[in-house]
């Protein structure tokens, strides 16, 4: 079974607004992190944003704001006010602390196009 | 904010050869990665390696592939035998601790001919 689910293989968005990329997560680890990367046409993975099981709040990390729903098993992402250079490759990946696996798991990414 | 350094970024194998693709982690860090990428597709965990050993691989991560740490500072990644299908971007990671993110290097672009 798919441990992260990205339903959404690519997403238009006009400039200025705001999008929401979709991900589900699998896991019967109360301890778990979810996390955010970036990756550009350049190709390298940049780090976004962060959230632990056990935070109350959601993470915002200026621009980037994880809307998680513990309960539904959801982690979304949510960018505000796009740029031209969101444009990218977005994956959500998840670490599970207390299963015994040392691995973050990748979902399969959503492409982000941001028109002007 | 430190960075994990990979060497080659472009490598170019015939079928057959041996490669071997390496990476300096972030000093300070425990746990080690390799990750492939083909064009541009789904980030695949290969294996991951505490204290000196590997602690988890994943089914793409056979007899042809190889990890080592040989000096405190360096970590590789060998493929004794080179397959077209090994053609990828692959990627090294580092992190201090399992709560923490990832670090990922820049990446190795393999080609395979």
């Known amino acids: 079974a798919q441990k992260i689910t990205q339903t959404q293989p690519g997403m238009f968005v006009q400039e200025k607004e705001a999008v929401t990329l979709d991900c589900t997560y699998d896991?019967?680890?109360?301890?778990?992190?979810l996390f955010w990367y970036k990756q550009p046409s350049s190709g390298e993975m940049i780090f976004l944003i962060y959230?632990?099981?056990?935070?109350?709040q959601n993470a915002t990390e200026g621009r980037y704001s994880l809307n998680f729903q513990k309960a539904r098993k959801s982690a979304n992402l949510v960018i505000s006010a796009s740029q031209l250079g969101d444009s990218a490759m977005y994956f959500c990946?998840?670490?599970?602390?207390?299963?015994?696996?040392?691995?973050?798991?990748f979902g399969t990414g959503t492409r982000l196009k941001v028109l002007a | 904010e430190p960075e994990v350094t990979q060497t080659p970024s472009h490598q170019v194998t015939q079928m057959g050869q041996e490669v071997i693709l390496r990476c300096v982690p972030i000093?300070?860090?425990?746990?080690f990665y390799w990750y492939r990428q083909i064009l541009g597709q789904k980030v695949e965990f290969l294996v991951s390696?505490?204290?000196?050993?590997?602690?988890?691989k994943s089914e793409i991560f056979d007899d042809q592939f190889s990890v080592e740490r040989p000096d405190g500072s360096n970590f590789t990644l060998k493929i004794r035998s080179t397959k077209l299908e090994d053609s990828a971007m692959y990627f090294c990671?580092?992190?201090?601790?399992?709560?923490?993110?990832?670090?990922f290097g820049s990446g190795t672009q393999l080609s395979v001919l």
């Open positions: 990946a998840m670490r599970e602390v207390t299963s015994g696996t040392y691995k973050y798991i």
């Open positions: 896991t019967s680890d109360p301890s778990y992190g």
């Open positions: 959230q632990g099981s056990y935070d109350q």
């Open positions: 000093s300070n860090h425990l746990y």
């Open positions: 390696f505490y204290n000196n050993e590997i602690s988890e």
């Open positions: 990671a580092s992190v201090k601790d399992l709560y923490e993110k990832l670090f």
